[in-house]
């Protein structure tokens, strides 16, 4: 089990990389804004997977505070998205 | 035994969907088909996921943690994509070149940022 964990760990990091290369290339703002919720929402599973690979249970903390700040993070940003697409006018 | 089979099979599951987006927001041409496959293939990945935490410690700790995690993200994530998808609509993206219809078209008015 433990085993397993760490090679979907590896999956989990190469799905990183490839939202990566959507953060730095996508066209626009509200593209690079779903790239980050994206990461974020990766960065929970693997927080659980870790928390399966090291057999400690502390470590699903962190996914929920991940998704709280991610929640926010990216509420937060499509205001301001909104706001300066109306500042124009 | 069975529960550690489970458990297997809910992990590999969860981790499929959640690369699945990943390769999709990285190959879909359009800002609302990577905002789909950014949130509902994610979404069930987390769920899976917690799943298999769940199952892996049986401790009632842990379960309730899981739960809070699977609601939390169950209600967060399409208001999170809603407000992205609106926020996209009002500067200007521009769609992909199979889009059928655009229903808001004259409601909404913003700066354009495609030029």
Known sequence: MTTLAFVLLGVLSLGIVLAFVRLLRGPNIPDRLVALDLLTTVGVGIAALYSIAFDEPVYLDVAIVLALVAFLGTVTFSRYIEKWAHHGD | ?115
């Not at chain 2, 089979?5 to 969860?14: D, E, V």
């Not at chain 2, 410690?57 to 209600?75: D, H, K, N, S």
């Open chain 2, 1 to 115: 035994m069975v529960t550690d089979i489970i458990c297997a099979a809910f992990m590999i599951i969860g981790t499929a969907f959640m690369f699945l987006g990943c390769v999709g927001i990285l190959r879909m041409p359009d800002l609302l088909t990577r905002m789909q496959t950014a949130t509902k293939p994610p979404t069930l990945g987390v769920f899976c996921l917690m799943v298999s935490a769940a199952l892996y410690f049986p401790e009632i700790g842990v379960t309730i943690r899981v739960l809070a995690i699977t609601l939390f993200v169950f209600l967060t994530a399409p208001v999170a994509a809603h407000m992205i998808g609106r926020a996209g609509y009002q500067v200007g993206v521009k769609f992909w070149k199979g889009t059928v219809m655009d229903e808001l078209k004259d409601k909404y008015r913003g700066t354009s940022i495609d030029s």
